[in-house]
């Protein structure tokens, strides 16, 4: 079955820097590749995710890019704001199944 | 209405208790998820419904048992659970079944607590 790994565990960065979560996955068949941030007890919630015929998808000062080739996707965070501190999950889906990644604690301080 | 609800919030039973969870949406979704989280750790998949049917069972004991009344409803029962089973329960929905392209909502989830 789908593996998701997630690097790194936990990020601290300043506000206003750029934050890179990287995840990779074992199945070639998974075909599109969500990312969801985690509040303190809420739920998950989509902010981006990306097609596997699609490189690269930007919103504002979130990204996300894909390397089919590698199986590695990666998720950019510019101008980060203390609001964007949360978990950030992975994931990639194949079939019915959502398969996350083990999570990164992001921690913008101001 | 784009929106999963789940009740109730907070469940505390004990190990002899039958309880059920409930999760509900209104957004004409086909495809409805329970997933067990534990603390610091990603939502774990449980079971999915395709088109009220279930399609997936990720081996999960069965003291947990799910059910599908109708397209908007799903249901956790819960019965002889251990202390282990304690966690944060959430439901989910999507679009279409057939097509993995779709996002999956959650629901806020019903923290379980098993003594």
């Known amino acids: 079955g789908e593996n998701v790994e997630q690097h790194p565990s936990t990020l601290s960065v300043q506000e206003g820097d750029s934050a890179v979560i990287k995840c990779t996955y074992s199945d070639s068949a998974s075909n599109y590749f969500p990312w969801y941030k985690q509040e303190l007890g809420k739920r998950p919630q989509l902010i981006i995710d990306?097609?596997?015929?699609?490189g690269e998808k930007k919103d504002q000062r979130i990204a996300v890019t894909l390397n089919k080739t590698a199986k590695h996707f990666s998720l950019h965070i510019t101008e980060t704001q203390p609001e964007d501190s949360a978990v950030y999950f992975c994931a990639a889906v194949n079939t019915d199944k959502l398969i996350f990644g083990t999570g990164t604690r992001l921690q913008v301080f101001p | 209405d784009t929106e999963v609800t789940q009740t109730p919030k907070h469940l505390v039973m004990g190990m002899t208790n039958k309880k059920s969870l409930k999760c509900e949406q209104h957004m004409g979704h086909r495809a409805m998820y329970w997933y067990k989280q534990k603390a610091k750790k990603p939502p774990e998949l449980m079971f999915v419904?395709?088109?009220?049917?279930?399609?997936i069972n990720e081996s999960v004991p069965s003291r947990f048992s799910p059910e599908c009344p109708n397209s908007s409803l799903l249901n956790l029962h819960l019965h002889a659970l251990q202390p282990e089973d304690s966690a944060l329960y959430l439901c989910a929905s999507s679009q279409d079944p057939r097509d993995s392209f779709y996002e999956q909502y959650f629901g806020p989830g019903t923290r379980l607590t098993v003594t």
């Open positions: 990306i097609r596997s015929n699609v």
């Open positions: 419904y395709s088109y009220e049917k279930l399609s």
